[in-house]
């Protein structure tokens, strides 16, 4: 690992100070100039045929927006398997700037476009910069990992995901405000998007030596049966395939807005294309926000909670932009288009605008934290060709979104009309996705509830491996203490509980999902017993993190009880490091013994608790003896009271 590198891993910090290394700095401007060039094409050209489509032969404005979109994405799906195995097997640092030679070349062919106002040429240069795209995504996101440690990958995300829609948002405004000045701007759109190429070359040649993950890879270069392969790989890692669908699904859902934008200013709003450049700024700036915000609301660890949140945020603004839509103001008032000024004069408007930007910062939430997942849990061997399988996914999904779009307008329903049934319909994709992977919902709720009742700080968070088992023990001080631990930590958990608890209806249920393993006491259950200890070792030996709370109850009156033998048991039978930790701020609360029954008296403590999760360093197996452990717990916990 570089330098720079080592000192992220100590934590040094916050993510914008990436932007000062060159592990990452280069890297990062080099994907907004293309991200930027990409939308001074795209908009200009899609602004073109919807306001000025007597420039172009046998063009129709009102599907056109739809079908440039389509051509765009067309390349995912056919090259995005061949993609993603060149990016494993070849230094991603070389691809960049290849690639970025070849945009050079295919912006030249969509300047002769522009010259020539040759519709099929520029049909043409959308198809090339699709495949421009479908060449970078792969190395994109395997790059990330390869320079970045794994609790900057959420910051690190979400920077390029800010970046990306901060460059669409000036690639917008460049490309819509040269297109509405109509044909006399054509060669001035081909000059700046020569230009910007020219400028993404050569910041990439400080893009940084990124070895190969797998140089020895024989590439298949049937695109079919490697599409299918890279599926397949995968479908190894149920989460990681979720996480895939998942944000195939928001490219469904931002695809239906963006590309839609200019038939929504047009026929709902009545207005010109300067509100449609204003309409796409308040989408960027909403995913910027959203994206930049992961990492203070995910603590700079991997929180798939925030999707859940993100879902929720989606569907609520998505419907109600359909109802800001039909009121306060929001149609057309005569043949004349709105400008921005009299649009933004309107206080209905107000509320559309503020919809998308809430819609699109949702939409961070969502996505950040899938990106970061599917970076965190998949084989750096096939990581390239796992985010080749997303693009796959993301390209079917963009594809169905324009033809269901096509379908519902063409079928005499309006753009707002539209917004509504994808609204709902995220809904029920939403409740499906987490009915299949319940861990999404319950990170979400662990993570409500640690932000609405209290205040966390973890100290000592990279003293737990990145992989690997390893047995976590802590002081019990409260019913609350498993979510606490479970939504401060950046790995999934297997807790050890009480039987008798965990069969409580309805929430053995969550028990279940989570994978938490009964336990009872021999005199109980002996049988159990021993199928408890079985279970804790199978976990520990497929890697998993495992917790129990050694003193085997809730503490009655706040201090660290004795612990017991069932600790040496665990690690006699699989050695494995033992993590101490201490919980402070728990005691006195709602959830714990103090002054008589737990959850008797809700108000005794108030909300937003300062809470500590205190983690010490490793001990051996050997070392770990229940004695040893309960003493380096007290001097976690520190000095009463707790």
Known sequence: MSEASQRGARGEGHQSRLLKERRFAPFFWTQFLGAMNDNVFKIAFTSLVTYHASLFQDVDGKTAAFLISAIFIAPFLLFSATSGQIADKWDKARLIRFVKTLEIAIMAVGAAGFLWTSAPLLYACTFLMGLHSTLFGPV???????????????GGNGLVEMGTFVAILIGTIIGGEMAGAGGGSLPWIGGVCVGLALLGRLVSTWVPQTPAAQPDLRINWNPFTETWRNLRIARTDRAVFQSLLGISWLWFLGATFLASFFNF????????????????????????????????????????????????????????????????????????LQTVGHFVAQPGHWRILADLFLLAMFGGFYSVPLYALIQSRSAPSHRARIIAANNILNALFMVVSALMAMAITSAGFSIDQLYLFTGILNALVAIYLYTLLPEFLIRFVMWLLLHTLYRIDVKGADQIPDDGPCLLVCNHVSFADAVVIGASIRRPIRFVMDHRIFRIPVLSWFFRAVGAIPIAPAHEDAAGLDGAYKRIAEALDAGEVVCIFPEGKLTASGEVQVFRQGVRRIVERTPVPVVPMALRGLWGSFFSRHGGAAMTRPFKRGILNRLELVIGEPVAPAQATPEALREKVLKLRGPWPV
């Open 140 to 154: 994109k996101y395997a790059y990330l990992p390869q320079h970045l440690a794994n609790h900057e990958l959420v």
């Open 265 to 336: 200013a047009h026929d709902v709003l009545g207005a010109g294309p300067g509100v449609v450049t204003l309409l796409l700024a308040m989408f960027s700036l909403g995913i910027g926000a959203g994206s930049l915000l992961c990492e203070r609301l995910s603590g700079g660890k991997v929180e798939i909670g925030l999707v859940p949140f993100g879902s929720i945020g989606m569907t609520v603004f998505a419907v109600d932009l359909y109802f800001a839509s039909r009121g306060g103001g929001a149609g057309a008032t005569g043949a004349a």
